[in-house]
């Protein structure tokens, strides 16, 4: 595993390489660590999902809504709104269109996403500009991790990359489920 810091002169460059290397990486967010790999690493998502001993859906990380607004089934009155939910950092989760995901990460064809508000990266998604995959860097029923050095120590032989930002720890985003054109908050 490697460890840099986010204000590393190279930081965002070597983060796209690893996910173009298809490599798995923990990250900062603006409520947690995640965890993530490109959304078509097949390898890196049953990584993932080993160290995490679950098999379940992933959400992906995005720079804006643009890249997936004509990938899922919405109507044009709940895209203002779903914006709207996405610039605090929230989740929403929504039918998408069939063949426009990855079925490793999405359930009941259905599909979480959000726009973190994390400087670092934030940048990095913009530009990667695709969606990668994003969960919290913990197992199963455990609280997620917020220190770096602990995450290194717990899951250091299991991601190849570590981008530290020091601890970061606030509360989980909202998620909200965009079901039947009506949209509401489940967490």
Do not use: W
């Not at 063949?99 to 490793?104: D, R, T, V, Y």
């Not at 509360?171 to 009506?182: A, G, V």
């Amino acid at each position: 595993m490697i460890r840099l810091k986010t204000n590393h002169s190279n930081a965002k460059e070597i983060f796209i390489k690893a996910l173009n290397d298809n490599k798995v990486i923990a990250y900062p967010t603006d409520t947690i660590y995640g965890v993530g790999t490109a959304i078509s690493n097949n390898e890196g998502i049953r990584r993932i999902n080993k160290m995490k001993k679950r098999e379940q859906p992933m959400s992906i990380a995005l720079a804006n809504f643009d890249i997936i607004k004509n990938e899922i089934a919405i109507n044009q009155q709940n895209v203002l709104k779903v914006i709207d939910i996405l610039k605090d950092g929230s989740t929403c989760i929504a039918r998408y269109k069939k063949g426009s995901f990855n079925e490793k990460i999405t359930k009941n064809g259905k599909i979480g996403f959000r726009i973190p508000n994390h400087d670092f990266l934030k940048s990095v998604l913009k530009l990667y500009n695709k969606p990668i995959t994003t969960t919290s860097i913990n197992k199963t029923g455990f609280d997620p991790l917020y220190i770096p050095d602990e995450i290194e120590e717990k899951f250091g032989n299991k991601i190849d990359l570590l981008f530290d930002d020091g601890s970061i720890n606030n509360n989980p985003s909202k998620i909200f489920l965009l079901e039947k054109d009506e949209l509401k908050q489940i967490r």
